[in-house]
């Protein structure tokens, strides 16, 4: 129960990092430069989820768990005195007069916009799809035929350098393409990925595992920084909604997933998170309609 709680509030404390940025690079960026500053921002946080993992493994393995997450803590707190030495102060920032907008005004304002919500969608169902590969691809690697040991399917994690360099290159297209087709290609991208992990040949799975994060890590560049750009009432609490259907689609679609993957197999979860990419693309249609009127 202490764990869990540490970890829940953890996890609080994490979901406000993405928001807080997109929200600043959204104000001190050119809007022409918005869409690669975002990009970027998302091919670092890949950097990050990989070597949480690259760091924390070894360590606990020839230490204990314990040890492992002190380096983890170690790594995030000098992380955190660097961000106040080196980054620029805001330019751009205007502080809002309290006679503005209310905090359940900007929320519902973004919840209501059928234009928002479709880039809240991409992040709930190409998240929860990504996740739910990543969930449960060790436990049948680990089964018949393939049987493979937890040291190797660990470096699994090492496909996230893909999704490292797709996250900039897709912010770079949508600067010269726009960023409605790079998102579609990316997804469509994903697509592809995740049905080449239904073949039964481990060189197949593992190539469609690189594939699915450069095309997930690329959609996910282009809607984040997307939602950022578009908000016009409360880019704050825009860029946190999207963060919160992006966690919500980890968890809930993340398990749901495994459901699927331990009562069908493994064909069957691959279709449905499949399935949830071509939902994905299908409601982005609805992010073309015109923003409703804001309020005064």
């Known amino acids: ?39 970027t921002y998302v091919s670092g946080t890949t950097l990050g989820g990989l070597l949480g993992r690259v760091v924390a493994g070894p360590v606990a393995e020839y230490t204990d768990w314990r040890i ?11 992380s955190a005195v660097l961000f106040l030495v080196l980054a620029p102060r805001p330019r751009l920032f205007e502080k ?19 234009r928002m919500l479709a880039l809240y969608a991409q992040g709930f169902l190409l998240m929860g799809g990504f996740v739910a590969v990543y969930n449960f691809l060790g436990f049948r690697l680990e089964a018949v035929p393939f049987g493979l040991p937890q040291s190797l399917i660990s470096l699994i994690f090492v496909a996230y350098l893909s999704g490292t360099v797709s996250s900039r290159v897709a912010g770079q297209m949508a600067v010269k393409f726009g960023r409605g087709p790079v998102l579609a290609s990316s997804t469509a991208v994903m697509i592809a990925g995740v049905g080449l992990t239904i073949s039964n040949n481990l060189a197949i799975i593992l190539t469609g595992l690189v594939v699915l994060t450069v095309g997930f890590f690329a959609a996910h560049a282009i809607a ?20 919160l259907f992006y966690y919500g689609g980890s968890s809930v679609i993340g398990w749901f997933g495994g459901v699927i993957f331990q009562h069908v197999g493994w064909t069957a979860m691959a279709l449905f998170v499949m399935g949830l990419a071509v939902l994905a693309a299908v409601v982005m249609r609805f992010a073309r309609q015109p923003t409703l009127p804001q309020p005064t």
């Open 1 to 39: 129960p202490m764990l869990l709680s540490i970890r829940f509030f953890e996890g609080a404390a994490l979901g406000g990092l993405p928001a807080i940025a997109i929200a600043y690079l959204s104000e001190e960026v050119h809007p022409k430069h918005t869409a690669l500053a975002a990009a």
């Open 68 to 78: 492992g997450t002190m380096t983890v803590s170690m790594v995030a707190a000098v």
């Open 96 to 114: 809002r007069p309290d006679d503005g907008p209310s905090l359940g005004t900007r929320l519902w304002t973004n919840l209501r916009d059928p």
């Open 224 to 243: 984040s920084g997307w939602t950022g750009q578009r908000a016009v009432v409360g880019r704050a609490q825009a860029t946190s909604l999207y963060n």
